[in-house]
């Protein structure tokens, strides 16, 4: 079972990017997932969550700029980006409570990360 993530690239500010996360595996259930990102030298963070009900949550720094979305058919939650800031530069990592057959219980898995670069 692993989480991929892709997406993530430079973009001059102002710009736009879509990062996309796909679950594989003995998937039999998604719960909550998640996009964190981490810049050089801070802690990794909360930047925006989706339940299986979707309902959404945000960080306060990307609110109506980002927005969150998942295709629980394909296993695969997406963050648009749009209007991006020289701050959002960091690495993104998606973040999914998944049951799976070798876990049969809610466990947490990490993708490996996407490197979003946003120039001045």
């Known amino acids: 079972v692993q989480l991929q993530a892709s997406g993530g690239g430079l973009v001059q500010a102002g710009g736009s990017l879509r990062l996309s996360c796909v679950g594989s595996g003995s998937i039999l259930n998604i719960n909550k997932m998640e996009w964190y990102r981490q810049a050089p030298g801070k802690q990794r963070e909360l930047v925006a969550g989706?339940?299986?009900?979707?309902?959404?949550n945000y960080a306060d720094s990307v609110k109506g700029r980002f927005a969150i979305s998942r295709d629980n058919a394909k296993n695969t939650v997406y963050l648009q980006m749009n209007n991006l800031k020289p701050e959002d530069t960091a690495i993104y990592y998606c973040n999914a409570k998944m049951i799976t057959t070798d876990r049969p219980y809610e466990y947490e898995y990490w993708g490996q990360g996407t490197q979003v670069t946003v120039s001045s």
């Open positions: 989706i339940t299986s009900g979707l309902w959404t």
